[in-house]
């Protein structure tokens, strides 16, 4: 069992500048197609979160695998790309894809090209280990994902026992990396909530701040711990600090007077876009327009399926991605994905486009070859993750490195939505 280490690095990024700083079958991998557009139908039976993604995506998203000719390796995915999250999952997909054509094309890793299978799990813990074990049978030998956190907690059980190597581009509790064969490419909770407390306190932003939270969601739960005691270390005042549940997640407006009657003039929201969505609705019927301050599952809120986006301007989140940045990477990734998918990538794309190039950093790095068995990679990739460094579109331009605990050591960015699109934050 591997410590849970919550990296010291972000407090001196921090400090120094943050200004620029959220299935089917496993044998159908070359036909998966079909998922974009059966997201884009999801949309149409009540769920609130990422549909509006998928319109228009259909059949062109390739949701299978990229196959290449002889022997490849054979990455997984997995991830919700119907239901409630499925803006969340087709991102990762989508930013995976780019990544995984892009490396085939320049002739894949050390010669050998990728096939990349990627599989549906609803944001469903039992349906995300099902789609573990389709991937399995496919002949899976390295798992990107899974996408979200619950999902992934219960899949990185699983790959575990079978000693499955396992990056996941955005499942953030440190749950997910207690044992020894897994990696984060996202920020670990306690890091999420320890940096925004700090961004919070050195640019001043408010005095008087209020906490709204999930008690029932570990990512939610994780970040609100690690702000509330960091927060009250750098003299911010919590006036208020009101949970909901996944059964109580429609009427926010108990919570929202509290932060009101309390005088905040922030309110921190660590929880994903959907709720947060319902918060500024309400915010705004209320009269009430503080700061509204999220992290990485806030990203995505701009999507959100019947929301007012013009309630969401000034809004500010963590985030280890900005879409308008000028570096020339994030500039011909946005440029190839608003091609391909007719849309600006968020966080979860870059994150996901990331992994798949981490995981040919490490394969290079330990010399895998795909005739190893996925036990065999793993022993070697694991050991290569902690001597390797990757500057990619994540993490402000710093290199990522990875410690024997799993969790990433790179730079955060601050975002804030202005003229309905996500801008690095002064």
């Known amino acids: 069992m591997k410590k849970r280490i919550v990296s010291m690095f972000l407090a001196l990024a921090l400090t120094a500048s943050l200004a620029a700083c959220g299935g089917g079958n496993g044998n159908e991998g070359a036909s998966n197609g079909n998922q974009g557009s059966e997201a884009g139908a999801a949309g149409n039976d009540g769920s609130d979160a990422g549909s509006d993604a998928a319109d228009g995506a259909g059949e062109a998203d390739g949701a299978g695998s990229s196959a290449g000719s002889g022997e490849a390796f054979k990455i997984g995915g997995i991830g919700p790309t119907t239901g409630g999250a499925a803006l969340y999952g087709l991102a990762a997909q989508r930013g995976g894809q780019i990544a995984v054509d892009e490396i085939n094309a320049a002739g894949g890793i050390n010669g050998y090209q990728i096939e990349y299978n990627f599989q549906d799990d609803e944001h469903d813990a039992q349906k995300s280990v099902n789609a573990y074990n389709s991937l399995k049978d496919w002949g899976m030998q390295l798992l990107m994902g899974t996408v979200t956190t619950t999902p992934c907690v219960a899949v990185a059980a699983e790959t575990a026992e079978d000693n499955m190597f396992l990056l996941t581009p955005s499942a953030s509790s440190t749950d997910v990396i207690e044992e020894d064969n897994a990696f984060q490419v996202c920020f670990t909770d306690p890091n999420q909530g320890v940096a925004s407390a700090e961004y919070i306190a050195e640019k001043k932003l408010a005095t008087?701040?209020?906490?709204?939270?999930?008690?029932?969601?570990v990512y939610s739960s994780g970040i609100h711990d690690s702000f509330k005691r960091e927060?009250?270390?750098?003299?911010?005042?919590?006036v208020s600090d009101e949970a909901f549940t996944a059964d109580s997640k429609t009427d926010f407006t108990t919570q929202l007077q509290k932060a009101k009657d309390g005088g905040a003039e922030l309110v921190f929201l660590p929880f994903y876009y959907q709720e947060a969505a319902l918060v500024l609705t309400?915010?705004?019927?209320?009269?009430?327009?503080?700061?509204?301050?999220?992290?990485?599952?806030?990203?995505?809120?701009l999507g959100a399926k019947n929301f007012n986006t013009e309630l969401a301007e000034g809004v500010m989140l963590l985030t280890p991605f900005a879409a308008d940045s000028q570096d020339e990477a994030t500039k011909a990734f946005v440029e190839k994905y608003q091609a391909e998918y007719g849309e600006i990538p968020i966080q979860f794309a870059a994150d996901a486009y990331d992994a798949i190039y981490i995981m040919k950093a490490a394969i290079e790095k330990a010399g895998a070859t795909p005739d190893m068995s996925a036990s065999d990679i793993?022993?070697?990739i694991k050991t290569a993750m902690t001597e390797i460094s990757y500057n990619g579109l994540t993490g402000a331009g710093s290199e990522m490195t990875w410690d024997a605990s799993g969790a990433v050591s790179k730079a955060p960015m601050a975002v804030v939505i202005k003229d309905g699109a996500y801008v690095a934050a002064e």
């Open 378 to 380: 793993c022993d070697a």
């Open 282 to 301: 309400q915010a705004d019927a209320m009269g009430y327009d503080p700061i509204f301050f999220g992290v990485d599952g806030m990203d995505g809120i």
């Open 208 to 217: 008087k701040v209020a906490i709204i939270y999930d008690s029932s969601d």
């Open 231 to 238: 927060a009250e270390t750098r003299g911010l005042e919590i």
